[in-house]
């Protein structure tokens, strides 16, 4: 099925509140809510790329990105990606993770990480980072070893780069990443 029109443009300060409702819908919970308002707040996470989606004058899907850190190597992590129920399905996320790493990767960022589904962010050549010696930043439990990946948006596209990736304050508690 052919995507959805949407349009996506940065979030700006004054869209926090619909920033929120949409993580609030997506998830059904505030938890996702509350970690983009703490990321969004927070210099440690700087810079960041925020992106909202709109359909028919609508907010629908919202996606951050927030600054990593490893060796010498400009990265950003990906979380959270976020899609109303009523506009799930329609390639909003596919539209939204290829604006974000299509801007992230016009700004240098070399490398992107994100903890997800590995059939869905696959798809965007994230592949598992573990192999390649990019550790989480908390260990993670088996269940998800192959959910930490990672995707090269520089023009190497052979990571060389080893080591555990550092993240925003926000995003370095352990309940973020364990099951």
């Not at 990105?65 to 996320?93: D, E, K």
Request: aromatic share 8%.
């Amino acid at each position: 099925m052919p995507p959805s029109p949407c349009t996506i443009r940065p979030a700006l300060a004054s869209d926090l509140a619909t920033v929120l409702q949409v993580e609030t819908l997506a998830f059904g919970q505030e938890i996702e809510a509350n970690l983009v308002k703490d990321l969004l707040s927070d210099p440690t996470a700087q810079p960041s790329v925020s992106l909202l989606a709109w359909q028919n004058n609508q907010a629908v899907g919202h996606i951050l990105f927030t600054a990593a850190h490893l060796s010498h190597t400009a990265a950003a992590i990906l979380a959270p990606l976020a899609v109303i129920p009523t506009a799930q399905r329609q390639g909003i996320g596919t539209q939204l993770v290829q604006a974000g790493c299509s801007h992230l990767a016009q700004a240098g960022v070399d490398l992107v990480f994100v903890l997800g589904d590995p059939n869905y962010y696959g798809r965007f050549g994230f592949t598992p980072a573990l192999p390649l010696g990019l550790d989480a930043p908390y260990e993670l439990p088996a269940a998800y070893v192959n959910a930490w990946m990672v995707h090269d948006l520089s023009d190497d596209k052979t990571p060389v780069i080893q080591g555990k990736v550092t993240c925003a304050d926000s995003l370095s508690k352990p309940d973020y990443w364990q099951e």
